[in-house]
């Protein structure tokens, strides 16, 4: 690997996201530890060419739909902060959020630790799944600005996913701090009951992080705070809908299988990228400072 260039900055980043460029213009969203959320140009990257204090505290997690052909709609970026709000930004509007979806006067802040896009399959809909270190997870509806769902899944959320941003929403992973995962069957939503789910412990340790192979939404990687990458695929039932004793209808979740698992360092491995071009080939780096290039083979026996 080849260093391509190197640019310091005042302040410390915490994440980013290539989600609402595109494929052209390669421009690089930021969230840092002031609370700045700023876009740069890799071609020129002396100053952003969006900058804006979104938050008052460090912005944890950033999430963009929109750009690189993923999802319909204007491009759009999600930030997930510690001052217990999450916003949407569209980068053609300067200085305010298109949307803000915070504590109400009075409510306990909670540690905002994840953000995502999702159900981004049409012009008009969209939704934001986030994850809080209380272990709740809301799912925002943007076109009609409603908190659409919530639960709460007694520990830490590290990381959430939709298995796709650009379809109808199908699942969701949620990752948290005592060893386990949840998947979410986001097809039927039952009036009470909510959401189908599925609980898998894994890593022994914090699963910090969960990435969807671009190729085949139903195998998935989740990272751990061992050092350990596990490679998963859901198994569908064979009916995803039953009626409960009102005859109402209720999802019914799948299972998981564990493909594979390997140690790749000592240290927790915090982030992980598939390629959309090269079915298999992965990037991790973890706390050891290392940034590792990974490849998946015989991925075509689970299609």
């Not at 919530?150 to 699942?171: A, H, L, P, W, Y």
């Not at 009470?192 to 990435?211: I, M, Q």
């Not at 695929?233 to 409960?244: A, E, F, G, I, L």
Request: neutral net charge; aromatic residues 8%.
């Amino acid at each position: 690997m080849r260093e391509n260039e190197r640019s310091e900055k005042s302040s410390s980043f915490k994440c980013g996201t290539f989600g609402a460029s595109s494929l052209q213009q390669r421009n690089f969203a930021t969230g840092a530890f002031d609370g700045k959320l700023q876009i740069w140009d890799l071609e020129s990257m002396q100053i952003p060419i969006y900058s804006v204090k979104g938050h008052k505290e460090i912005i944890n997690d950033i999430d963009g739909v929109g750009g690189l052909g993923i999802g319909e709609g204007a491009p759009e970026i999600v930030t997930g902060s510690r001052d217990g709000s999450v916003k949407v930004w569209d980068p053609r509007q300067k200085n305010d959020p298109v949307a803000a979806m915070e504590p109400g006067e009075g409510e306990d802040k909670r540690d905002c630790w994840t953000v995502a896009f999702g159900h981004a399959y049409n012009q008009h809909d969209r939704c934001v799944c986030a994850g809080y270190d209380n272990g709740d997870i809301k799912l925002f509806d943007l076109r009609n600005m409603s908190l659409r769902w919530e639960t709460n899944i007694k520990n830490g959320v590290c990381c959430v996913e939709f298995d796709r941003k650009d379809i109808s929403m199908n699942k969701l992973v949620a990752t948290t701090l005592e060893s386990k995962f949840h998947v979410f069957d986001m097809r039927t939503q039952h009036p009470t009951k909510g959401f189908a789910s599925l609980t898998e412990k894994a890593h022994k340790s914090t699963v910090w992080n969960v990435r969807h192979l671009p190729q085949n939404r139903d195998i998935f990687m989740t990272t751990g705070g061992t050092g350990t990458l596990c490679l998963w695929k859901y198994n569908y039932p064979d009916k995803r809908v039953t009626q409960d004793s009102d005859k109402v209808d209720m999802g019914v979740a799948g299972t998981v299988s564990l493909l594979q698992n390997v140690t790749m360092s000592t240290q927790p491995i915090a982030s992980l990228d598939w390629s959309p071009d090269k079915q298999g080939l992965c990037v991790c780096t973890a706390f050891d400072q290392v940034l590792r290039v990974v490849i998946v083979t015989k991925l075509n026996r689970h299609l």
